[in-house]
Structures are given as structure tokens and as C-alpha cells.
């Protein structure tokens, strides 16, 4: 694939555009590294940039949003878990009428504690903005909330990935059918009267419709409402609930963990740190027919409503498919080194891919090829049956072979319903993924529970599924150190331990639960791999052991450092384990402001717990971090709740 690289400067933007030939990905970034701060005063702060796309003459396959988040640099990263939105503003030119198509909706992450390199990024697909999406655009970053902007903030790309080729659906009209925030739980004004029906006519060219809905819960009254209450949506078209849901999301297996707020508690359709993705409802009508579309949520009242249901949907008409049998590659899971898989990776066994089917026929089988480069390929049979637009999550068999260190990974996919693809040029994917690390034949895996136990179990499995090694839960004490070594034959495994609450091994939230850590080691008490307690649902490790000693992933160079408790009257605890003596500082600094009020030097520390009494500093939120050899190994933000005042 062609990617041509071509700098645009306009008078009223800069704006950089990727360009290729037919068939190939076209690549505009609105918005580059820009630096994004609130506006305490109103609450809400507009970053407009003008783009431009594709002519309409180019035809389009597919449309992907992607955003990136970082540290500024001359700023950390801000704080809150606060509602922001990419909108088109503007078609044609800075004259053109206002269009405030919300087409992205972004939900920041806790970012209080991450480091100035970090960074990540949310992919969407936005394919069915096609029709908006062209020639020149004016792109809006709404960044919300109210926390201090002179010190946080973030740094943000917005990228739109564009695929030329026969769309899957040729576009013919789009209608916004509700935007906005809605009052839920009002007595004197149900959201029913603000969700009224809405109808419309198909037009001539009209033979398929989608409905995409983008909402979340927002607010808090005294039953958590919307934020952290579960409650039903339904969807109705002419007169017939074609969809019930409830407007809830998990949270505790975020691939964006941990982070310094309250990133694993359940909420209403998002979680700290998500791109959200919209549902999708396909409905197959007939030209010139009119037809009814109305959301209704839950009933429900209270006193002092607070809570708000933030609902943008929309109504795309299309011509029929443009293909009957054809079925493309959306994902590939495992392995990959993208980061919203990394809970899953790096593995040594079982591929997991996403497949679509694009074609209006019925999915009910195509052939899988997969394999490393430079390693023998396999083929996989898929057997099944998929609708227009579903999607299949496959596990393929296998291990994952690859070299040490970065490997490519390819699948391509044949033979839909046993006859050719009518479209090949989304047929085939490839990811760069790193090898999973090899240990020898005997480890330690060292467990340190915490005061709820009962919530925890672990198991080694190799890549067959059968179990090697147990904790099963119920079986754990309180506080108690579980040392157990394996020992396993040459092979792939994986190691997994469980929070039933999902609340991992500490919660700063949880005071009451304490803290325990989970270590991986070698029989000489080596430190092999840290796992963060703070994890949320589970800890998945994968790993190779092999004999040859040559493979053999060296111990860790970063030490293993804790903090609890993180919010406190004054005394929190930090204990550490390094694989040799190292001189060792630790900074105390306070927040806002990153005021040094205690340093700490340990010259040559290689395991200790220390106690910190911060009761003679004002309440407010201070830093620990660790440094060894004079670079931050380790950053933690702490509140001081009781201090003196």
C-alpha cells in the first residue's frame, strides 16, 4: 500500500494529508499534537481546525477515526474522566452554514499519575460520515470540564484514516435524529417528551438503512444516576422494539489500567479513557416507504434529578450492498502490540481475530490463513453464521511462533460461503507484535494477598487448556505470602489471576482491602516480572519455557515498588524489591505546585517496606516518586484526607 505524504497551508489552517492512489489509505490528520487545556470559566473549550478530505469522485471503503493522547510537553497530563467530542462543524469553506455533526466521543482518562512519555491510542470506525467527510472540513476538538489549565492538559492527534474502493454501502442521504442532553428522572418532564418518534421517508435510491446511536450516562443524583446506574434502552422502528440493552459498561478490564482515579468502576455506557464505540442497527427497507424510528429509556423519577442522557443518533440511508459474498479481516487481537489489546498480549499461542461479513448473503464459512512471517502458515477453516455487518471473534489454534524480539504477524481470508470474494482488498491484515518472554523450567510465582482474599484464584494452563497449576478461589487467606514453584516442561502457558470484584490486589477507593502484589520469579529469587496490583479484573501472563538457556528473558531491571494506602490520614506505606542494591530517592512532592517536601536517600536498597507520616501536612494531594540511578521509576499520587489544616 501507497502512502504519499503532501503538506497543505491554507490561510485559515495547517493541516497535513496523506495521499495515494486508488485503492490505497488516505491519511488526514486535523488536528497534531495539539495542546488541549479546559476553560474553567465556561466549562467547555473548542479547538477548530479546518481539513481536507477526499473529492467526492474518490470512492471510499472505509473511514477509521483515531485519536491519540499524551503529556504535554511543558505541561503533565490533566486529571479527569471528563466528556469531550470531535464534531464537522463546517462543509465547504469558512462561509458554509454550521452542521455540528458529532461523529466522535471521547471520555478522558485519570491521567494524574502518568509519566511525560506516556501516550495512547482509540481507533473507530466512522464510515457511515462518508458522505460528510469531503473535500474541505472544519474538524472541532470540544474539550470539557474544570480543573486548573496552567499546569495539565492533554496533547492530542485526531487522525482520519481513509480506504479507497467500493464501499460496502453507497450512501445516498443522513439525517441527525436526536442530539443532545436529555434530563432523566425529572417528575415534571419525562425524557420521553425530548425523545419523541421520529419519522421519515426512504428515497428513491434507498434499499438499506443503519441507525447509529452514541449515549451515556452522565450526573449524579442519590440513586448514582446517570453516571453509575445500570438502566434499559429500547429502540423502536414502526412499532416494534427491535432492541433492549442495558446502558451499562465494565470497566475493571480497561486496557488503559491503572490509572489514578476511579478508571475501574462500572458506568453508564463508558469508562475513563474510551473512545466510544456507536451502536449499529442495519435495517433492510424499500424505496419511498415511510417509516418510524423512537428511543425510549427506562422510566424512571426522582427527586432533585441530576442525572442527563447524552444521546446523539443519526439515520444513514443506502443503495443496497454493493456485494453478496465478501467478508474482510477487522482486527487481529492476538498477538499485535496495539495497546488496546495489551491484556492480552504478548502471547505465545492462540491468535484471536475479528472477521466482518460485508456481503449481503448469510456468512456461513470462509478459510483462514494465518502465520509469522518467516515462520510456515496455517489454514483454518471457520464455520458459522454471520449476518450483513456482524462481526465473529475467532480463536485460531496454534502457537504464535515468532523470533526475539518485533515480529510480523499476517492473516488473509478466502473462499467466503466457498465462492470468491467480491472484494479482496480488505481481506488480508498484518500487525507487528514482540515475542513472548521464555522462562526455564522452574519459577516461582510469588502471591501476597490482601485482605479479601475470597475474591481471588489463580491457574497456569498450558496451551491445550490444561490446567498445571491452582489456587482455586475460596481456597486463599488473608495477608498471607504464597510462594509456589513450577515446574513445567518446554511449551507455551499462561498464568492468570482473578479479582472476582474487580478491584485487583489494591484500590486506592477500597482502603478497607489493603494491598498484596503478585511476582513472577526464578528459583534463585530473581525478579522475572511485576505485575501492578492495581489491575482491575485479572492479570493475564503469557510465556514460552524452553530449555535452550541462550532465550531466556533477562530479570527484570525495574524493581517492584508499592504504595499503600493512597488516600490516608497521613501514614501510607511504600514497600520495594529490586534484583540488586541500587541507590535509591524518594521525593514526596505536593500537588499543584511540585514542591520537593521530603527526599529520602537509600544508597544501596534492594528490599525494604518504609512507613511515611504525612499527618503534619495540609490536606490536599501530593506525588511519591522513585527514583533509581536518577530516573522516575515509579510515580503515585497520595491524598492526604485529615492533615493538619
Same mark, same amino acid.
Request: proline share 5%.
Given at each position: 500500500?501507497?502512502?504519499?505524504?503532501?503538506?497543505?497551508?491554507?490561510?485559515?489552517?495547517?493541516?497535513?494529508?496523506?495521499?495515494?492512489?486508488?485503492?490505497?489509505?488516505?491519511?488526514?490528520?486535523?488536528?497534531?499534537?495539539?495542546?488541549?487545556?479546559?476553560?474553567?470559566?465556561?466549562?467547555?473549550?473548542?479547538?477548530?481546525?479546518?481539513?481536507?478530505?477526499?473529492?467526492?469522485?474518490?470512492?471510499?471503503?472505509?473511514?477509521?477515526?483515531?485519536?491519540?493522547?499524551?503529556?504535554?510537553?511543558?505541561?503533565?497530563?490533566?486529571?479527569?474522566?471528563?466528556?469531550?467530542?470531535?464534531?464537522?462543524?463546517?462543509?465547504?469553506?469558512?462561509?458554509?452554514?454550521?452542521?455540528?455533526?458529532?461523529?466522535?466521543?471521547?471520555?478522558?482518562?485519570?491521567?494524574?499519575?502518568?509519566?511525560?512519555?506516556?501516550?495512547?491510542?482509540?481507533?473507530?470506525?466512522?464510515?457511515?460520515?462518508?458522505?460528510?467527510?469531503?473535500?474541505?472540513?472544519?474538524?472541532?476538538?470540544?474539550?470539557?470540564?474544570?480543573?486548573?489549565?496552567?499546569?495539565?492538559?492533554?496533547?492530542?492527534?485526531?487522525?482520519?484514516?481513509?480506504?479507497?474502493?467500493?464501499?460496502?454501502?453507497?450512501?445516498?442521504?443522513?439525517?441527525?435524529?436526536?442530539?443532545?442532553?436529555?434530563?432523566?428522572?425529572?417528575?415534571?418532564?419525562?425524557?420521553?417528551?425530548?425523545?419523541?418518534?421520529?419519522?421519515?421517508?426512504?428515497?428513491?435510491?434507498?434499499?438499506?438503512?443503519?441507525?447509529?446511536?452514541?449515549?451515556?450516562?452522565?450526573?449524579?443524583?442519590?440513586?448514582?444516576?446517570?453516571?453509575?446506574?445500570?438502566?434499559?434502552?429500547?429502540?423502536?422502528?414502526?412499532?416494534?422494539?427491535?432492541?433492549?440493552?442495558?446502558?451499562?459498561?465494565?470497566?475493571?478490564?480497561?486496557?488503559?489500567?491503572?490509572?489514578?482515579?476511579?478508571?475501574?468502576?462500572?458506568?453508564?455506557?463508558?469508562?475513563?479513557?474510551?473512545?466510544?464505540?456507536?451502536?449499529?442497527?442495519?435495517?433492510?427497507?424499500?424505496?419511498?416507504?415511510?417509516?418510524?424510528?423512537?428511543?425510549?429509556?427506562?422510566?424512571?423519577?426522582?427527586?432533585?434529578?441530576?442525572?442527563?442522557?447524552?444521546?446523539?443518533?443519526?439515520?444513514?440511508?443506502?443503495?443496497?450492498?454493493?456485494?453478496?459474498?465478501?467478508?474482510?479481516?477487522?482486527?487481529?487481537?492476538?498477538?499485535?502490540?496495539?495497546?488496546?489489546?495489551?491484556?492480552?498480549?504478548?502471547?505465545?499461542?492462540?491468535?484471536?481475530?475479528?472477521?466482518?461479513?460485508?456481503?449481503?448473503?448469510?456468512?456461513?464459512?470462509?478459510?483462514?490463513?494465518?502465520?509469522?512471517? =518467516?515462520?510456515?502458515?496455517?489454514?483454518?477453516?471457520?464455520?458459522?453464521?454471520?449476518?450483513?455487518?456482524?462481526?465473529?471473534?475467532?480463536?485460531?489454534?496454534?502457537?504464535?511462533?515468532?523470533?526475539? =524480539?518485533?515480529?510480523?504477524?499476517?492473516?488473509?481470508?478466502?473462499?467466503?460461503?466457498?465462492?470468491?470474494?467480491?472484494?479482496?482488498?480488505?481481506?488480508?491484515?498484518?500487525?507487528?507484535?514482540?515475542?513472548?518472554?521464555?522462562?526455564?523450567?522452574?519459577?516461582?510465582?510469588?502471591?501476597?494477598?490482601?485482605?479479601?482474599?475470597?475474591?481471588?484464584?489463580?491457574?497456569?494452563?498450558?496451551?491445550?487448556?490444561?490446567?498445571?497449576?491452582?489456587?482455586?478461589?475460596?481456597?486463599?487467606?488473608?495477608?498471607?505470602?504464597?510462594?509456589?514453584?513450577?515446574?513445567?516442561?518446554?511449551?507455551?502457558?499462561?498464568?492468570?489471576?482473578?479479582?472476582?470484584?474487580?478491584?485487583?490486589?489494591?484500590?486506592?477507593?477500597?482502603?478497607?482491602?489493603?494491598?498484596?502484589?503478585?511476582?513472577?520469579?526464578?528459583?534463585?529469587?530473581?525478579?522475572?516480572?511485576?505485575?501492578?496490583?492495581?489491575?482491575?479484573?485479572?492479570?493475564?501472563?503469557?510465556?514460552?519455557?524452553?530449555?535452550?538457556?541462550?532465550?531466556?528473558?533477562?530479570?527484570?531491571?525495574?524493581?517492584?515498588?508499592?504504595?499503600?494506602?493512597?488516600?490516608?490520614?497521613?501514614?501510607?506505606?511504600?514497600?520495594?524489591?529490586?534484583?540488586?542494591?541500587?541507590?535509591?530517592?524518594?521525593?514526596?512532592?505536593?500537588?499543584?505546585?511540585?514542591?520537593?517536601?521530603?527526599?529520602?536517600?537509600?544508597?544501596?536498597?534492594?528490599?525494604?517496606?518504609?512507613?511515611?507520616?504525612?499527618?503534619?501536612?495540609?490536606?490536599?494531594?501530593?506525588?511519591?516518586?522513585?527514583?533509581?540511578?536518577?530516573?522516575?521509576?515509579?510515580?503515585?499520587?497520595?491524598?492526604?484526607?485529615?492533615?493538619?489544616?
Amino acid at each position: 500500500m501507497k502512502i504519499i505524504l503532501l503538506s497543505l497551508a491554507f490561510t485559515f489552517c495547517s493541516v497535513s494529508l496523506l495521499w495515494s492512489k486508488t485503492g490505497d489509505t488516505i491519511r488526514v490528520v486535523s488536528h497534531d499534537q495539539t495542546v488541549v487545556v479546559t476553560d474553567p470559566a465556561k466549562g467547555v473549550k473548542a479547538y477548530r481546525r479546518w481539513a481536507v478530505f477526499p473529492s467526492t469522485k474518490v470512492p471510499v471503503r472505509r473511514i477509521n477515526l483515531l485519536v491519540t493522547f499524551g503529556c504535554p510537553d511543558s505541561l503533565r497530563c490533566a486529571d479527569w474522566d471528563y466528556l469531550d467530542h470531535i464534531y464537522i462543524r463546517r462543509k465547504g469553506g469558512v462561509n458554509s452554514p454550521s452542521l455540528d455533526y458529532p461523529i466522535g466521543r471521547m471520555l478522558t482518562p485519570y491521567g494524574g499519575a502518568f509519566g511525560q512519555d506516556w501516550s495512547f491510542d482509540w481507533k473507530s470506525d466512522i464510515t457511515d460520515f462518508s458522505l460528510l467527510l469531503r473535500d474541505s472540513v472544519e474538524i472541532e476538538y470540544e474539550h470539557t470540564g474544570y480543573e486548573p489549565n496552567n499546569d495539565r492538559g492533554w496533547k492530542i492527534t485526531v487522525t482520519f484514516e481513509i480506504v479507497e474502493g467500493t464501499p460496502v454501502l453507497e450512501p445516498v442521504s443522513i439525517l441527525k435524529l436526536y442530539d443532545g442532553s436529555f434530563l432523566y428522572g425529572d417528575s415534571t418532564q419525562s425524557i420521553e417528551e425530548k425523545l419523541k418518534p421520529v419519522s421519515f421517508v426512504t428515497g428513491k435510491n434507498t434499499q438499506h438503512t443503519r441507525i447509529l446511536i452514541f449515549q451515556t450516562g452522565h450526573g449524579m443524583d442519590a440513586n448514582g444516576c446517570g453516571e453509575f446506574c445500570s438502566r434499559y434502552r429500547e429502540l423502536w422502528f414502526d412499532g416494534k422494539m427491535i432492541d433492549k440493552r442495558n446502558i451499562w459498561k465494565k470497566c475493571g478490564d480497561n486496557p488503559l489500567y491503572p490509572q489514578a482515579g476511579t478508571w475501574l468502576i462500572d458506568r453508564a455506557y463508558w469508562c475513563p479513557g474510551y473512545l466510544q464505540q456507536p451502536d449499529v442497527f442495519d435495517l433492510a427497507v424499500t424505496n419511498g416507504a415511510e417509516h418510524t424510528i423512537d428511543i425510549n429509556m427506562e422510566p424512571y423519577v426522582t427527586g432533585n434529578p441530576s442525572a442527563n442522557e447524552r444521546i446523539s443518533a443519526y439515520l444513514i440511508q443506502y443503495k443496497k450492498p454493493a456485494a453478496q459474498h465478501d467478508v474482510t479481516i477487522e482486527d487481529i487481537m492476538v498477538p499485535t502490540g496495539s495497546k488496546t489489546h495489551l491484556r492480552k498480549n504478548p502471547s505465545c499461542a492462540n491468535p484471536v481475530i475479528v472477521i466482518r461479513n460485508m456481503g449481503s448473503k448469510p456468512l456461513t464459512q470462509c478459510v483462514i490463513e494465518y502465520g509469522t512471517d =518467516g515462520f510456515s502458515r496455517r489454514k483454518h477453516v471457520w464455520k458459522g453464521n454471520l449476518l450483513f455487518n456482524r462481526q465473529a471473534v475467532i480463536g485460531l489454534p496454534g502457537e504464535v511462533q515468532g523470533n526475539t =524480539g518485533e515480529n510480523t504477524f499476517s492473516v488473509s481470508l478466502a473462499e467466503p460461503n466457498g465462492k470468491k470474494d467480491d472484494n479482496r482488498s480488505d481481506n488480508t491484515m498484518h500487525t507487528l507484535f514482540t515475542k513472548a518472554p521464555v522462562h526455564g523450567s522452574a519459577l516461582v510465582f510469588h502471591l501476597r494477598t490482601n485482605k479479601q482474599p475470597q475474591q481471588n484464584g489463580y491457574v497456569v494452563r498450558n496451551s491445550n487448556g490444561k490446567i498445571m497449576y491452582e489456587r482455586a478461589l475460596g481456597t486463599l487467606e488473608a495477608e498471607t505470602d504464597y510462594r509456589d514453584t513450577l515446574r513445567l516442561a518446554p511449551g507455551c502457558y499462561e498464568l492468570v489471576l482473578k479479582d472476582t470484584a474487580d478491584n485487583g490486589l489494591e484500590f486506592w477507593f477500597n482502603n478497607r482491602g489493603g494491598r498484596g502484589f503478585a511476582r513472577l520469579l526464578d528459583v534463585k529469587g530473581q525478579l522475572l516480572k511485576h505485575f501492578d496490583s492495581d489491575f482491575g479484573s485479572g492479570i493475564y501472563y503469557s510465556f514460552e519455557v524452553s530449555a535452550d538457556s541462550t532465550q531466556f528473558a533477562l530479570p527484570d531491571e525495574l524493581p517492584a515498588v508499592g504504595v499503600f494506602p493512597t488516600r490516608t490520614n497521613g501514614k501510607t506505606t511504600m514497600d520495594y524489591f529490586g534484583n540488586s542494591p541500587q541507590k535509591v530517592t524518594v521525593h514526596l512532592v505536593t500537588d499543584p505546585g511540585n514542591e520537593v517536601i521530603e527526599e529520602h536517600i537509600y544508597e544501596e536498597l534492594k528490599e525494604a517496606v518504609f512507613t511515611y507520616d504525612l499527618s503534619y501536612r495540609p490536606a490536599q494531594r501530593y506525588y511519591l516518586k522513585v527514583y533509581v540511578g536518577g530516573k522516575l521509576v515509579f510515580n503515585k499520587r497520595v491524598r492526604v484526607e485529615g492533615g493538619r489544616k
